[in-house]
């Protein structure tokens, strides 16, 4: 199986793939192969570069207007590169960006509609999913959701 810094070598083909590459190259320079650091801003020669860690560049959240929710995901990604995020929301565990493409590779997932590639599958299913993307040789890093969403109705409130 693949190891989990072997991302790169699963087949994606297709307008998917394509579209993909495209929204990646134009969205987030700082994953191309010319440009990438780890959160040292060390580069791949460098004789103590992580790939498990990611440096994403300060001004990134604030150019590229991305939801608060795909900031969290950006920076538990930045911290755990080289794993893929089971992201809980609501009753699915959701995966983002490079980790859809895992998700749909190995797992069997169909890509979601939409400009950003993910893909997720119900609470229920965790085990089976989990459980196939670590013996395929993926680690796996679950962010579960902690606020309720009337917890979250509440803190919105406050913010006004």
Do not use: C
């Not at 993307?133 to 917890?151: C, D, F, I, K």
Request: charged fraction near 30%; avoid cysteine.
């Amino acid at each position: 199986g693949l190891g989990a810094g072997e991302a790169g070598a699963r087949v994606v083909s297709g307008e998917d793939a394509s579209r993909h590459q495209a929204r990646m190259a134009e969205r987030y320079p700082f994953l191309a192969a010319a440009k990438i650091m780890d959160a040292a801003k060390r580069r791949p020669d460098h004789p103590e570069y992580d790939p498990r860690t990611l440096h994403i560049p300060p001004t990134f959240f604030k150019d590229a207007k991305i939801s608060p929710g795909q900031q969290q995901w950006w920076t538990f990604k930045a911290q755990n590169f080289d794993s893929v995020l089971l992201f809980k929301m609501g009753k699915f565990y959701e995966m983002f960006e490079m980790d859809a493409f895992v998700g749909v590779d190995v797992l069997g997932l169909s890509l979601m509609k939409g400009d950003q590639p993910h893909a997720g599958f119900p609470e229920i299913r965790y085990h089976d999913m989990a459980e196939g993307l670590a013996r395929a040789g993926y680690r796996v890093v679950v962010v579960e959701q902690t606020e309720t969403p009337e917890g979250l109705a509440r803190r919105n409130e406050e913010r006004k």
